[in-house]
């Protein structure tokens, strides 16, 4: 009876090392992934580094976001105030991105007095890997407002947030 249940503990002990080995596998695979969407200066980094500096590069994004937020008000107030005073040619772009799960919805509103390059849009989506489900653009009195619909991967939106913002900001210091 002794003998059973040391085959039984054993089989149990080898479950337990092959749950073990699965979850470091899993957990390899996990910090694997988070170091391709890390910005890392070396390829060789312990988990706990890789950790710290994911936490960190989120934090520097959050801070962005935050950023870029107040100063969106500030313009979208800005353009408020200008459209009171009735000149179509003082209006500010109005941007709006909407994602969900795998789609990206972009919405852009400018003057039609402004040089605002649809092509630009896109071929940032689709450097990146989006793929470009639609565009559409309608021209409502003196605005266009473009609508561009596109399928993406979630570490693609990382990137698209930074360098579409990038694009917007040289517009505006355009016009």
């Known amino acids: 009876m002794e ?17 073990e080995r699965v979850r470091r596998k899993h957990m390899k695979d996990l910090l694997s992934e988070l170091a391709v969407l890390t910005p890392l200066q070396s390829s060789k980094v312990s988990a ?3 950790l ?14 935050e950023e870029r937020r107040r100063r969106r008000a500030l313009l979208l107030k800005e353009s408020s105030g200008d459209e009171n005073k009735k000149t179509s040619g003082s209006r500010l ?3 709006n991105i ?3 799960d795998s789609s990206l919805e972009i919405n852009l509103i400018c003057g039609l007095d402004k040089n605002f ?10 450097q990146e890997g989006a793929e470009v489900i639609s565009s559409t653009q309608y021209v409502a009195g003196d605005r266009i407002i473009y609508i561009i619909m596109s399928r993406v991967n979630i ?21």
């Open 155 to 175: 570490s693609f939106l990382f990137y698209f947030n930074l360098c579409f913002i990038r694009l917007y900001n040289e517009e505006l210091s355009l016009n």
């Open 3 to 19: 003998r059973g249940n040391v085959n039984g503990s054993g089989a149990s002990r080898l479950d337990r090392n092959m749950k």
């Open 117 to 126: 390059l649809l092509h630009d849009i896109i071929s940032i989506l689709q």
């Open 52 to 65: 710290e500096r994911a936490t960190n590069h989120i934090k520097q994004l959050q801070e962005r976001v």
């Open 98 to 100: 909407k994602c969900s």
């Open 93 to 95: 772009p109005v941007l």
């Open 48 to 50: 706990t580094e890789l």
